[in-house]
């Protein structure tokens, strides 16, 4: 299966992952103009984590955003349920789990802290990962998603959908080694909705004192909760 469609049925969406895993934190960083790097330290910045604390970050793929987190000193795991993903980043030193991010391998109340980067658009049901996330929190724990998102300037926002939709898929098949699925990734982003709507959905999920913030223009944005 080279991409998923956006009834994102797990099995295409895992076997798409585990098609891009070799060339797929590269590709990232081409595709983001260097970005990425930002955006996983304002994750680590904003979950507010240090030594002590026990952190999943799932939908981890690489554990390159394991590995970030992981400087704040806390005790950090990473989740995939694409285990081609977690192969390709086997020589980062943490701990890595393969897992399905609607029924998590983790007790109830594990973790002083939980993130998802640029994974929750990628689940099938996304409430029930939310839900999943809030299951292995405990009380008062931190949550974070790191998405894709909706510029908040409209002519900015024009000219971005259009290399969504027109300059990356060119610049995957120049750099990845699936580039069929980063035509998958510009119609998810597309069709994903936009942070007020996020942030309503994360609280329907059993999350409180949710809030986000703007990365590069509303490209990204990070929804932070807390368990109440």
Not at 114 to 128: C, K, L, P, W, Y
């Amino acid at each position: 299966m080279s991409r998923a469609t956006l009834e994102k049925n797990p099995q295409e969406v895992a076997s798409m992952f585990d098609g891009v895993a070799r060339r797929y934190d590269i590709t990232n960083t081409v595709l983001s103009l260097g970005q990425d790097r930002l955006w996983r330290k304002a994750t680590r910045s904003a979950l507010q984590i240090g030594p002590g604390d026990a952190v999943l970050d799932l939908a981890a793929g690489t554990a390159v955003s394991t590995v970030e987190l992981a400087q704040s000193g806390a005790w950090c795991v990473a989740a995939d349920f694409s285990v081609g993903m977690l192969a390709a980043g086997a020589a980062r030193d943490v701990p890595k789990v393969a897992g399905d991010a609607t029924r998590l391998p983790f007790a109830d109340e594990s973790f002083d802290a939980v993130t998802i980067s640029f994974g929750i658009r990628n689940v099938v049901d996304h409430a029930a990962g939310l839900r999943e996330l809030a299951r292995v929190t405990r009380p008062g724990g931190r949550l974070v998603v790191c998405e894709f998102s909706t510029p908040t300037n409209g002519l900015f926002g024009t000219v971005y959908k259009e290399y969504l939709m027109k300059a990356l898929p060119s610049v995957a098949r120049a750099v990845s080694s699936n580039p069929d699925a980063y035509v998958y990734l510009a119609e998810s982003i597309r069709a994903w909705p936009d942070q007020p709507e996020l942030a309503r959905r994360i609280a329907d999920a059993g999350w409180g004192a949710v809030r986000w913030r703007n990365l590069t223009g509303g490209i990204v944005a990070l929804h932070a909760a807390t368990k109440p």
